[in-house]
Every structure is written in structure tokens, then in C-alpha cells.
């Protein structure tokens, strides 16, 4: 089973940028859709932006869109989240997820801390 590994994450001021990284282990392209989640202290967790694999299409929370922007490199099979104008609400643990279904994940990473600082 293709597992994935987030990277990436740390300790920004307000107004920063941070890239994560998530790596599947194998082929990342037997994933029909990765996807990324973050979770707050003390909230649930929530969907931050996804990709399909082959397509490229992407899909935002509407309110990281324009911050936020997901990518991906075949040839690393790895994707990206790269953060800009980083605020102290955008601080959680980041999850990397991959399903074979739109809205269905069912393989997850440990997850990457992001901090931000005033």
C-alpha cells in the first residue's frame, strides 16, 4: 500500500510562506484524488485543497482560496501546499490524504505541525 509522508511544516510570523510536501511512497498516480486537511487544537478537522491525480483539477476552501495553492510533480510523486500570507488562524497539524474516490479519502500521513506566529 502507497503510504504518504508530509514535510515541510514550522515556525512562521504572520504574513509568511511555508511549502508542505507529501510524498507517497510508490506511485502516487494510484491515487485518483490527494488532498490536504488540517486540524486546529481543540476543532475538527477540515479540508484545505485537493487535486486529482491525472487531471489536475483542483478544489479550494473558499477561504484559503487565493492563499493557498496545491500543486503536484509526477516525477516526485509528491504534491505541494504552498501557503502564503500566513495568519495565526492557519496554525494546526497538516494532513496529507489520498482516496480512490472524489471526497473519499482512506490513506493518511502523520501530519506536519504549522505554527504562526504574531
Known amino acids: 500500500q502507497v503510504q504518504l509522508v508530509e514535510s515541510g511544516g514550522g515556525l512562521v510570523q504572520a504574513g509568511g510562506s511555508l511549502r508542505l510536501s507529501c510524498a507517497a511512497s510508490?506511485?502516487?498516480?494510484?491515487?485518483?484524488?490527494l488532498a490536504w486537511f488540517r486540524q486546529a487544537p481543540a476543532k475538527e478537522r477540515e479540508f484545505v485543497a485537493a487535486?486529482?491525480?491525472?487531471?489536475?483539477?483542483?478544489s479550494y476552501r473558499d477561504s484559503m482560496r487565493g492563499r493557498f495553492t496545491i500543486s503536484r510533480d509526477n516525477d516526485k510523486d509528491t504534491v505541494y501546499l504552498q501557503m502564503n500570507n500566513l495568519k495565526p488562524e492557519d496554525t494546526a497539524v497538516y494532513y496529507c490524504?489520498?482516496?480512490?474516490?472524489?471526497?473519499?479519502?482512506?490513506?493518511w500521513g502523520q501530519g506536519t505541525q504549522v505554527t504562526v506566529s504574531t
Open positions: 490524504a489520498g482516496g480512490q474516490g472524489s471526497g473519499s479519502y482512506d490513506t
Open positions: 510508490g506511485r502516487a498516480s494510484e491515487f485518483y484524488i
Open positions: 487535486i486529482r491525480w491525472n487531471s489536475g483539477l483542483t
